[in-house]
């Protein structure tokens, strides 16, 4: 995505966003309601054309790849006919896009849905629907993958199988996966890297441990203690540049010194530690440290007037 701006009516909806998903990896791309996400993925698939801007896959829009099915597989909404099976479903796609039929009952224990696919879709539950929706976006066997929110409606087993899945895709087949969710944990065990964006702008990206150590620098020195002494504690430990905050009857959070220097200094004075260690920021932590107000700024900024759209 290079430069991806869109506006409707009075609503920047995206605002010069630019960033790259690489091969073998799976990205995270996250932001707040309105955030802008399901218009970039929109303009990613010719769905929506930008103002201004160009989002391609190696250097070729979709609208332009001579075989859009075998090379990008997306799914941004489940849409089936309710009394066609999964597997009539699947091979209708096949027939459209030119692939065997034999295709449809691949993909179909692919994503584990093999029993199922003489199923009438319309009987599907919301996580077999999800799993049918990646099926389909599987059918040309495509190095790239685009899904919105798939692990909406999946049971915990069906999200630990997606991680998993979506890993190999990304780690072992050296595929690029860009998937965009509201579940942060999740994000956080499935992707390599995240893609944050706020008011349709770009608020961060980079790997989990990049991101992590960013926040941490800006809370540098943040340790979590446990003590049965924690008021003695707070006593030696607090001034000079330290903040001591009480999180609990037992429990502190120390800033402005590292673990080891707090622990130095509990033995000197003879203090009990049950817990000690430094704090590492969460990716929802992260998320929210980074998003916070960002609806607010979409509401209050106008789009720009000196914008004309693309032909």
């Not at 996966?177 to 964006?197: G, N």
Request: hydrophobic fraction near 40%; proline fraction near 5%; charged fraction near 25%.
């Amino acid at each position: 995505m290079r430069g991806l701006s869109k506006t409707f009516g009075q609503v920047r909806a995206v605002d010069d966003l630019s960033f790259t998903v690489e091969p073998g990896q799976v990205t995270g791309f996250l932001g707040p309601n309105g955030a802008g996400k399901t218009t970039t993925l929109r303009m990613t698939l010719g769905l929506v054309t930008p103002d201004v801007g160009t989002a391609t896959f190696d250097g070729v829009r979709y609208a332009d790849l001579p075989d859009p099915l075998r090379r990008v597989g997306a799914v941004l909404e489940t849409a089936f006919h309710p009394a066609r099976s999964g597997r009539d479903h699947l091979r209708v796609y096949c027939r459209a896009a030119g692939l065997p039929l034999r295709r449809a009952d691949e993909v179909l224990d692919q994503v584990g849905l093999g029993p199922a696919g003489g199923r009438k879709a319309g009987g599907y539950s919301l996580g077999m629907r999800q799993r049918l929706g990646l099926a389909t976006a599987l059918l040309g066997d495509p190095a790239v993958l685009v899904l919105d929110e798939p692990a909406n409606g999946l049971d915990p087993e069906g999200i630990q199988w997606l991680r998993g899945f979506l890993r190999h895709l990304a780690h072992t087949e050296g595929r690029t996966v860009l998937i965009s969710s509201h579940l942060l944990a999740e994000v956080e065990q499935t992707a390599d890297r995240v893609v944050i964006v706020g008011a349709g702008r770009l608020v961060r990206e980079g790997s989990l441990a990049q991101l992590r150590a960013g926040a941490d620098a800006g809370g540098a020195g943040r340790v979590l203690v446990r003590s049965p002494q924690a008021g003695e504690l707070t006593r030696d430990l607090t001034g000079d540049g330290v903040r001591v905050e009480t999180t609990g009857a037992d429990s502190l959070t120390v800033t402005g010194l590292t673990a080891a220097e707090v622990g130095r200094r509990a033995f000197a004075a003879g203090v009990e530690l049950h817990e000690l260690r430094a704090h590492s920021s969460g990716l929802e932590e992260v998320y929210f440290r980074l998003t916070t107000g960002q609806e607010e700024f979409a509401a209050s900024t106008p789009p720009p007037a000196d914008r004309t759209a693309a032909s």
